[in-house]
């Protein structure tokens, strides 16, 4: 696929946010330039000779690992969808506040790292520790007056699994500024959120982490404002219909296959399902191999019905575990994880 | 405004359904041609000159009147905005089942008749009708093995309103077959499904209809498919942002107002408001006269705050009722009435 004319479609200037292009996302992995980036305040400069990680807190042998050292660690690659929380926001009914994502705030990225528990067992973690605190150097105003750091924690097992990377490359280059150079964390099958940039301090806790990009922000709210369940974390089942383009006008038979991508974050994608009549009937697609654990599932569907006039197409899929997409859009007060159906609008002509 | 390149959008062909582009709704009438059409069945071909209207039921004085007979009556012309009642379907969530409707299954026609009650003073009313039943000559499947007129009844206040009028005319042109040739009916204020056209019959009952256009289709059904009130009537309070375009990329300063229009099936509009982030702040658009009772009025807000990236802009309009849009989508299971906001996806570069 040629990528030349595509690039990053600007969400907003200050703070730098933008969207990976759909039509992008058919290929295996996203060119480096076309994945999406997601920033909460200005984007740190750092230099990879002068930084360092510091592990701290709760074991038994605090200690600061340099870039080279890191990098002398058991190396793994991994593909791995990495998808924004706010992703598909601006279908929400009523419109959420928050950055107005459209469909792109998804990615696949080839990361080159080494496994977090590599570093975890040099310090030793003590009997007490319960969370593992990672802190960004990024830090600026979340409101009037109020400074925070980006910081987030994970459970010690999910910190142990060794699929979740501490990672210095993305499709075998070094990490660029805005996606976290020199030195960034992946946590695979959990919203972007989890994956802290511009990372800085590991600091094992044993109290539950509370900061606000935990227990205020990347949070489910209801109606009324009142929490559900935990904070935001594992990716929703979800599909996106890539080919063709919502809104597109079309001759009857120009384009006679439907093509687009499904993921989730507990699981490989078992089944997509496509509707040209708004959902009134659904149609398993074809699943194109190769299916990656982290990665997307490729699929195509063959629309042989085709009729003048408008079509609303849609796609929902099904993860190993059952989990099906829902028939509407995820509506939380904060536009979090919203995996409700794609919706395409098509003229056949 | 030139409309040379502009034509119907297809919806369906069969029946044939057509949306007004939306552009052309800037205009203070909309072109004949741009007129949407919404047709539930094969549309009629009638001939004028052996049509004629049967005037029966309770009425002192069945009778017959021909084309050249009403045409010879007293004769009104109305600017009149006409909206179908599943306009803005497409942005409901779940998706309901019915003709995909966008935003614009409406219009502003110029229409020329007389008032309905010339007609049922000459038929003399019984005291015992209550409702004036109106038959199209259009019928058809509704569902398997059954076959229903198009019809729909109107109260007698209602009937008798000097609004309310048979008419041969639009935009100072015989009606099109599409649009109900030779004569229909128009009720102000009520959404199209009221306007029945094709007419050949008007009935006076005792009792209040119950067919299948009226107590089955076009209702407000919840979510289990219980009918909430009157069946679908009065227009309810809507804003367009007709420029710029849904989807537009745009240099900063290069289109610096935001254009629309907004109408009430109760009353005129008393107000519009727009937001250029997400509904957090409202300021009020300066409304553009002139201001018709039945028909739209047109706004325009200077958008003097523009930042590149991506901004959802958003209308609400007030009527003089104080009929305020709300804040979401209204979801019914039959995708009727939907004002919700207009939110209109802008990226500045």
């Given at each position: 696929?040629?990528?030349?004319?595509?690039?990053?479609?600007?969400?907003?200037?200050?703070?730098?946010?933008?969207?990976?292009?759909?039509?992008?996302?058919?290929?295996?992995?996203?060119?480096?330039?076309?994945?999406?980036?997601?920033?909460?305040?200005?984007?740190?400069?750092?230099?990879?000779?002068?930084?360092?990680?510091?592990?701290?807190?709760?074991?038994?042998?605090?200690?600061?690992?340099?870039?080279?050292?890191?990098?002398?660690?058991?190396?793994?690659?991994?593909?791995?969808?990495?998808?924004?929380?706010?992703?598909?926001?601006?279908?929400?009914?009523?419109?959420?506040?928050?950055?107005?994502?459209?469909?792109?705030?998804?990615?696949?990225?080839?990361?080159?790292?080494?496994?977090?528990?590599?570093?975890?067992?040099?310090?030793?973690?003590?009997?007490?520790?319960?969370?593992?605190?990672?802190?960004?150097?990024?830090?600026?105003?979340?409101?009037?007056?109020?400074?925070?750091?980006?910081?987030?924690?994970?459970?010690?097992?999910?910190?142990?699994?060794?699929?979740?990377?501490?990672?210095?490359?993305?499709?075998?280059?070094?990490?660029?500024?805005?996606?976290?150079?020199?030195?960034?964390?992946?946590?695979?099958?959990?919203?972007?959120?989890?994956?802290?940039?511009?990372?800085?301090?590991?600091?094992?806790l044993t109290e539950p982490f509370s900061g606000?990009?935990?227990?205020?922000?990347?949070?489910?709210?209801?109606?009324?404002?009142?929490?559900?369940?935990?904070?935001?974390?594992?990716?929703?089942?979800?599909?996106?219909?890539?080919?063709?383009?919502?809104?597109?006008?079309?001759?009857?038979?120009?384009?006679d296959v439907i093509e687009g991508i499904a993921?989730?974050?507990?699981?490989?994608?078992?089944?997509?399902?496509?509707?040209?009549?708004?959902?009134?009937?659904?149609?398993?697609?074809?699943?194109?191999?190769?299916?990656?654990?982290?990665?997307?599932?490729?699929?195509?569907?063959?629309?042989?019905?085709?009729?003048?006039?408008?079509?609303?197409?849609?796609?929902?899929?099904?993860?190993?575990?059952?989990?099906?997409?829902?028939?509407?859009?995820?509506?939380?007060?904060?536009?979090?994880?919203?995996?409700?159906?794609?919706?395409?609008?098509?003229?056949?002509?």
């Amino acid at each position: 696929m040629a990528n030349q004319s595509l690039q990053l479609v600007l969400v907003t200037e200050d703070p730098y946010n933008a969207e990976t292009p759909l039509s992008a996302l058919l290929n295996e992995v996203t060119p480096l330039d076309l994945v999406y980036v997601r920033d909460h305040f200005d984007i740190p400069q750092l230099d990879a000779t002068k930084w360092s990680l510091d592990v701290n807190g709760a074991v038994e042998k605090p200690f600061s690992i340099s870039y080279a050292e890191l990098q002398a660690l058991e190396t793994k690659t991994l593909a791995v969808t990495l998808e924004c929380a706010g992703n598909g926001r601006i279908q929400m009914d009523p419109l959420p506040k928050g950055t107005p994502w459209g469909y792109g705030a998804v990615s696949i990225v080839e990361f080159t790292g080494t496994p977090l528990f590599n570093v975890l067992k040099m310090a030793g973690i003590s009997d007490r520790a319960v969370e593992v605190l990672f802190r960004g150097a990024d830090r600026g105003e979340v409101e009037p007056g109020r400074n925070e750091w980006f910081a987030r924690s994970l459970k010690i097992d999910m910190a142990l699994n060794s699929d979740t990377l501490l990672v210095w490359e993305m499709n075998g280059k070094p990490l660029t500024p805005k996606h976290g150079h020199p030195m960034r964390l992946v946590v695979p099958g959990w919203y972007g959120m989890a994956s802290v940039k511009w990372l800085t301090q590991v600091t094992l806790l044993t109290e539950p982490f509370s900061g606000f990009f935990q227990n205020e922000h990347y949070v489910y709210l209801d109606d009324e404002g009142t929490r559900e369940g935990d904070p935001v974390q594992h990716i929703r089942t979800r599909s996106l219909i890539v080919s063709p383009v919502d809104g597109a006008v079309l001759s009857k038979g120009e384009l006679d296959v439907i093509e687009g991508i499904a993921w989730s974050g507990y699981g490989p994608i078992a089944q997509v399902d496509v509707s040209v009549d708004r959902g009134d009937s659904w149609l398993e697609a074809e699943l194109v191999p190769p299916s990656y654990p982290h990665g997307v599932q490729r699929w195509r569907f063959k629309w042989s019905s085709q009729t003048p006039g408008r079509h609303t197409v849609l796609s929902r899929a099904t993860d190993a575990l059952g989990n099906l997409q829902p028939a509407s859009q995820r509506w939380n007060r904060l536009g979090y994880g919203n995996n409700g159906p794609h919706v395409v609008v098509v003229s056949i002509q």
